[in-house]
């Protein structure tokens, strides 16, 4: 990766042509960049190369495909922002097979389906949304006369990769709440392989986008954990960088919706939050463009585990979380801490300053850094200001 000036290097002509096709300005174009390198946890530089890839790549052919689920996948989608899901489309991939967003129908739709996989045969992002229904043959769910686990499996075989986006694909989700009469399975079940998952229901848009644009900046799918989730949104639990953290540790609970702890914003345990438990950026990212703080936890809910197989859909939701980690969350400082290595807050805050407060994930980063004593000395020493001492 280079330095943040490869920004730059981008030149006048080829910024020129992005604000033509995107209908956006330079400098949104740049944030949006910059909140997607982040949001993948990349260093310094990384907006470079994802404002090159998506001005230069060829828009990957994207055929999407839906199964039992609730179109909450595609919602979440329809209301990221920045740019919007139009532009997003259009500009950003080639989605040539979408049952919900596309005009045709029938006959039809089924040729555009046909004419998109020879045309881009072992080059297409396949992207399935909603679990396959296993039993009686599949005969659960039927589109055009073939079964789901019949169009997965064809659409599947020709893909350059395949993307299980929400919770239903990725580990059956909803519809495979017992007793699972369907037999509401995963992507990964049926196809008998491993494959990229963004679990969540719905899933943070975001996360999906951060996703493609890796897939486009750098050939390949970013690297993912043990259940198929990309390592930059579901390597943190939910409590380390929950808000109401604080309240946790000091033992002030809601015991009852609308008491007085309810109403005062104390952490959620007792009311059953899996944010011990489950894996996600929910956080740090927020959903909807709406603010921070605008995420379940956020809003007074307690986290059900949308994202995690075995809590989320599966546990009781009043049931008490089990604790995965003591550790301390990421916001508090850290009591040591190695100078050089990944990203400074330097220029975490450099990024941050060029997305904006629009950008979630610029958040994110600078709060996942965590600010140590040691590199917030090293700062002041450069800056040449006298260190804190009751702090230090
Ligand atoms: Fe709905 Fe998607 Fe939930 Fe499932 O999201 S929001 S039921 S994860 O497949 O449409
Ligand atoms: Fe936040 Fe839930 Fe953890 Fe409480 S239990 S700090 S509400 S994630
Ligand atoms: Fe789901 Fe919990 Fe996030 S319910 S959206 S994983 S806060």
Not at 29 to 46: E, I, N
Not at 147 to 152: P, R, V
Request: proline share 6%; with cysteine; net charge neutral.
């Amino acid at each position: 990766m280079g330095d943040i000036n490869d920004i730059f290097s981008l030149g006048r002509e080829a910024l020129q042509g992005i604000e033509q096709r995107l209908g956006m300005s330079r400098r949104d174009y740049l944030q949006f960049c910059a909140t997607l390198a982040v949001t993948m946890g990349l260093p310094t530089g990384a907006d470079a190369a994802v404002a090159k890839a998506i001005e230069s790549a060829k828009r990957p052919s994207v055929i999407w495909l839906h199964f039992q689920e609730c179109t909450g996948c595609t919602e979440s989608l329809l209301r990221a922002e920045h740019p919007t899901l139009e532009k997003l489309i259009l500009e950003i991939i080639s989605l040539d097979y979408h049952e919900t967003l596309m005009a045709a129908a029938g006959h039809q739709a089924e040729a555009a389906r046909k004419d998109a996989m020879k045309a881009n045969k072992g080059k297409y992002v396949l992207v399935i949304e909603g679990a396959i229904p296993v039993k009686e043959n599949g005969n659960y769910c039927k589109i055009g006369g073939h079964t789901a686990i019949d169009l997965l499996k064809e659409c599947a075989a020709d893909a350059a990769a395949v993307i299980a986006i929400g919770s239903c694909a990725s580990w059956g989700g909803m519809p495979s709440t017992g007793p699972n009469p369907s037999g509401a399975s995963s992507v990964a079940e049926v196809l008998g392989k491993p494959v990229v998952t963004i679990p969540g229901c719905p899933p943070n848009p975001y996360n999906f986008l951060a996703t493609v644009v890796h897939f486009l900046t750098f050939g390949k799918l970013p690297e993912v954990d043990k259940l198929g989730r990309p390592k930059f949104a579901y390597s943190r639990l939910i409590h380390e960088n929950c808000e109401r953290r604080a309240h946790f540790d000091a033992g002030r609970f809601a015991m009852e919706f609308g008491d007085a702890g309810h109403r005062q914003g104390y952490c959620l345990y007792k009311l059953g939050c899996k944010g011990p438990e489950t894996y996600a950026n929910c956080p740090t990212l927020g959903f909807g463009d709406a603010g921070e703080n605008n995420w379940p936890v956020g809003c007074g809910h307690p986290c059900i585990g949308c994202t995690e197989k075995g809590v989320g859909f599966a546990k009781p939701i009043h049931q008490l979380a089990t604790m995965k980690s003591v550790a301390p969350p990421l916001q508090y400082a850290r009591i040591v801490e190695e100078q050089g290595k990944g990203a400074s807050f330097a220029s975490a805050a450099a990024l941050a300053a060029l997305a904006g407060a629009a950008a979630g994930a610029a958040v994110m980063l600078t709060r996942n850094l965590g600010l140590s004593h040691a590199a917030q000395e090293a700062e002041a020493a450069k800056a040449g200001k006298p260190q804190d001492k009751a702090r230090s």
